[in-house]
């Protein structure tokens, strides 16, 4: 039984999306009108701003939810129903499922930074494109999430997914990686089939006009790229947090929350990624957990595999992650290699 469901909560949905777009238009239309560099500072701010914000909504909601599903008629009419451990198993599930999303989102800066080499893209406008990246991130995840509310009612549909996600872990432990190459997308094909491209950056330009004729510029190009690498990511993520919770308000909120300090976490990171050689490894490893979860784990546990014990694995194996990354040297001389630099 839905502890949110849409029909009695549709206002809480419009009012955490009231709160993203006025936060979007804040960090746009005031604090990063004008094109800049983002410093070091500048983004360690911006990322510890996003996250005390999730920690802060994460708060209330603790707090709102018991206070809400002790008044519920519908949900204390359930024998053994108690709000407060109710409430509790919300907030660790939010928190979960941010520290899962937080982490896949890792891999995206990977991509970023390869794809902004690619196009040449001046750091100054490397903000704007990841502004505009992330308003399509969050449309089409909105998307994703009311499609697999759907489709995870059936338990088939769960261990598909759950397969799906421990073979993805298995590639990305076992596979090298592969180098990105735009030039083989079959969607940036179609872009310049149908519109004319310029061969120079205009500034902070995605479309301009050259002699009548509307061009598009790399920028747009390189927008393009990123919003289908998301959906791409989102492949994996989505069902990954659904494994973690079945509220869709909990996968909505986590969700958005991770993409939104996205930009912040790229810059703070980008220049040091290369350090953290075994963190894919550790990504792997949290795919392939989720995923067992999802096939066997979940039913073994009576149905719910306990979220206090899949938080304590789950960061347990980022931080072995990164620990390893710190004190060992890479396994090989490919892994090494310093990413590129944005």
């Not at 990686?177 to 061969?199: A, F, H, I, Q, Y």
Request: charged fraction near 15%; glycine fraction near 6%.
């Amino acid at each position: 039984m839905a502890l949110f469901p849409i029909a009695e909560y549709w206002w809480l949905y419009l009012l955490f999306l009231g709160f993203v777009g006025l936060m979007i238009v804040l960090d746009l239309g005031v604090f990063h009108r004008k094109a800049h560099r983002i410093s070091m500072r500048e983004a360690g701010i911006w990322t510890v701003v996003w996250i005390s914000l999730a920690l802060l909504f994460n708060w209330g909601l603790l707090h709102y939810s018991a206070h809400i599903f002790a008044n519920n008629e519908r949900l204390m009419a359930i024998p053994g129903f108690n709000p407060v451990l109710a409430s509790q198993q919300v907030s660790l599930e939010f928190l979960t499922g941010y520290v899962v999303e937080k982490a896949l989102a890792v891999d995206n800066i990977f991509v970023f930074i390869v794809i902004f080499s690619y196009f040449g893209i001046p750091t100054q406008y490397q903000h704007r494109i990841l502004f505009y990246g992330i308003l399509g991130a969050l449309f089409f995840r909105g998307i994703f999430i009311a499609v697999g509310s759907v489709l995870m009612t059936w338990h088939a549909v769960v261990v598909i997914f759950g397969v799906l996600l421990l073979f993805t872990g298995l590639k990305m432990l076992f596979t090298p990686d592969k180098e990105v190459d735009p030039e083989k997308n079959p969607l940036l094909r179609l872009v310049r089939r149908v519109m004319p491209v310029t061969s120079t950056i205009q500034g902070p330009k995605f479309f301009v006009r050259e002699n009548g004729v509307l061009m598009a510029t790399p920028l747009f190009l390189c927008l393009v790229f990123l919003e289908f690498s998301d959906v791409i990511f989102a492949v994996d993520s989505i069902p990954a947090i659904f494994a973690i919770t079945k509220e869709p308000f909990i996968v909505f909120t986590s969700n958005i929350f991770a993409i939104l300090g996205l930009r912040s976490m790229y810059f703070l990171l980008a220049n040091v990624m290369h350090k953290f050689h075994y963190l894919k490894h550790g990504l792997a490893f949290v795919l392939m957990f989720v995923g067992l979860k999802m096939v066997w784990l979940n039913e073994a546990f009576d149905g719910k595999f306990p979220i206090s014990w899949s938080l304590g694995i789950i960061c347990g194996i980022l931080m072995v992650s990164v620990i390893a990354s710190l004190l060992l040297k890479p396994h090989s001389k490919e892994s090494s290699t310093k990413v590129p630099s944005a």
